[in-house]
């Protein structure tokens, strides 16, 4: 099994940062792809970013390209979610997720799921 506890949501003005994290425990950590996701209310869960086991490929959304940096530190068994210049339409409940599959995360269907944690982006 593996757990994901995510940490480092909050409150923000529009234009601000916030960083996620993201601590796994259970199975080896190197070998999973890592990825965040998020839902907003009334709105279905989104992909937002994946990380493939070594560190080296990385995707994004759209909507977050350019502002959003997904990382890990293996040896810490974390993942982390660096947001900058947030908006108020990145309000949601952020999700930590974990697959073997690259593809599948990308695709939304990874086999592990964190609790998620709130942002929310003040205009």
């Known amino acids: 099994q593996v757990q994901l506890v995510e940490s480092g949501g909050g409150l923000v003005q529009a234009g601000g940062s916030l960083r996620l994290s993201c601590a796994r425990s259970g199975r080896t950590f190197s070998t999973y792809t890592m990825g965040w996701f998020r839902q907003a209310p009334g709105k279905e869960r989104e992909f937002v970013a994946a990380?493939?086991?070594?560190?080296?490929?990385?995707s994004y959304a759209d909507s977050v390209k350019g502002r959003f940096t997904i990382s890990r530190d293996n040896a810490k068994n974390m993942v982390y979610l660096q947001m900058n210049i947030l908006k108020p339409e990145d309000t949601a409940v952020y999700y930590c997720?974990?697959?073997?599959?690259?593809?599948?995360?990308?695709?939304?269907?990874?086999?592990?799921w964190g609790q998620g944690t709130q942002v929310t982006v003040s205009s």
């Open positions: 997720a974990a697959d073997s599959g690259y593809t599948t995360v990308v695709a939304g269907r990874p086999e592990y």
């Open positions: 990380i493939s086991w070594s560190g080296g490929r990385t």
